[in-house]
């Protein structure tokens, strides 16, 4: 079973910066694409960013010209987040949709906490 593994999470002060990591548990998986998901306490989750596998990325409005979503490697994806607001705090997910053997199967990772203070 895949697992998607996340870092970076964290305490920052209103107006700093976090950098989120996404990695694949298996090397040979093959996606898609890959996003970042977030969830604010008592809210449902949505889509902050996505990259395909052919570089096509899109933002949610509300990140656009902060965030920066890549992946420098094969099966890992970042969340480059500057100029955070408190409305940035929240749990972070790193999705995969899976593709070739992985295809038709969707990856979740186990969520990060971002808490911005403001």
């Known amino acids: 079973q895949v697992q998607l593994v996340e870092s970076g999470g964290g305490l920052v002060q209103a107006g700093g910066s976090l950098r989120l990591s996404c990695t694949a548990s298996e090397s040979r998986f093959d996606t898609y694409l890959m996003a970042w998901y977030h969830q604010a306490p008592g809210k449902q989750r949505v889509l902050v960013a996505e990259?395909?596998?052919?570089?096509?990325i899109t933002y949610a409005d509300s990140v656009k010209g902060r965030f920066t979503i890549s992946s420098d490697a094969k099966n890992t994806v970042s969340l480059q987040m500057h100029s955070l607001k408190p409305e940035d705090t929240g749990v972070y997910y790193c999705?995969?949709?899976?593709?070739?053997?992985?295809?038709?199967?969707?990856?979740w990772g186990q969520g990060t906490q971002v808490t911005v203070s403001s």
């Open positions: 990259i395909t596998s052919s570089g096509k």
């Open positions: 999705y995969a949709d899976g593709a070739r053997l992985y295809r038709g199967r969707n990856y």
